[in-house]
């Protein structure tokens, strides 16, 4: 177990979370060879490259870093974005390798708060351009009662992976006490929750809603309803987002759904990216093969009446081009 209790790791992990603070990033290192205690020892206020170039991060030592990292999204504003590098130098030996390695969930119990970690080995693991590109993820933010828009989330993932994008997947808070779960006989993917506050944090958003009566249910729109703060402020001002959707049946209102939504996106200033008929798209938009859900608005699968029915594979086929086709069109902006 690593000792992480010097009080000054502590501030000046503060102080680097601060934005109104110069300090932007930190080093912590093992007070010696043998000791598991670690200690501040530099701060700065050139960012990341500052912290590649300042020696220290050397080949035979290891070591834990907290930077703020700064990009421009457009032409009017800024992220600031917090990652956690675990610095292990290619001379390091065995066995302080394995120990850094163990203590990295000490050293995350204090530096708790951050979008990604990176584990770095030369200098150039530490570049910031392709890190920007790390930090600009797609949050793929569903609600899920019975695992339709789940597995469709899944293959929308493996399209936005596919496109050399990062991605996780998030459920809403659920509003149903869990006896009317069971009740209903739920079957809830297993997936964090997300809270409306995070929306902050990433640049771009797949949302799977399932459809009640054309719109979205009740449990989106209580997610929706906790974001008038970040109206307020037009936090989410210049995002992006694409849906994909389930109906019980064809006819179901599955781009209804979508044209719902797309006035809550509108009031966030949030760009609405519609599938299209690009060519991945186009062959399972267009199958008569069987049946299957989806439109240019969005992905889509029909659970059937009683909830029986899965995605088949023009369905599943259709979320990962999707993931793939949002990627790519969100890749291109200058974030």
Do not use: C
Request: charged content about 20%; cysteine-free; aromatic content about 10%.
């Amino acid at each position: 177990m690593a000792d992480v209790t010097q009080p000054e790791i502590k501030a000046a992990y503060e102080d680097v979370r601060e934005n109104k603070s110069e300090t932007n990033w930190l080093v912590i290192k093992y007070e010696s060879a043998r000791s598991d205690k670690l200690k501040l020892v530099a701060t700065g206020t050139g960012g990341l490259e500052e912290l590649r170039t300042s020696g220290h991060l050397g080949e035979a030592e290891a070591a834990y870093a907290f930077v703020r990292v700064s990009y421009s999204n457009d032409k009017e504003s800024k992220r600031e974005k917090f990652i956690l590098v675990t610095w292990i130098g290619k001379d390091v030996g065995g066995i302080r390798k394995g120990k850094v390695s163990v203590h990295a969930a000490d050293v995350k119990k204090v530096l708790n708060s951050y979008s990604i970690d990176v584990a770095a080995r030369e200098l150039d693991d530490l570049i910031e351009e392709p890190i920007v590109v790390r930090l600009r993820k797609v949050a793929i933010i569903i609600y899920s009662m019975y695992g339709h828009i789940g597995k469709l989330a899944e293959h929308v993932k493996a399209g936005v992976v596919s496109a050399g994008g990062s991605t996780d997947i998030f459920q809403i808070a659920e509003t149903l006490p869990n006896e009317v779960l069971v009740k209903m006989h739920a079957n809830k993917p297993d997936y964090p929750v997300f809270e409306p506050a995070k929306l902050v944090d990433y640049d771009a958003f797949l949302f799977g809603v399932p459809t009640r009566y054309g719109n979205m249910p009740a449990q989106w729109k209580s997610f929706w309803d906790q974001t008038g703060g970040l109206w307020a402020q037009q936090a989410l001002h210049g995002k992006y987002a694409g849906v994909f959707v389930t109906t019980g049946t064809p006819g179901g209102g599955q781009e209804q759904t979508v044209a719902n939504l797309i006035s809550t996106l509108a009031h966030h200033g949030i760009n609405y990216v519609p599938l299209g008929y690009h060519a991945k798209a186009f062959p399972l938009l267009t199958s008569f093969d069987k049946p299957h859900g989806g439109s240019p608005w969005g992905a889509g699968a029909f659970a059937g009446a009683d909830g029986s029915r899965q995605p088949n594979e023009i369905e599943t086929g259709l979320a990962e081009a999707q993931g793939a086709s949002f990627y790519e069109k969100v890749s291109r902006v200058n974030f």
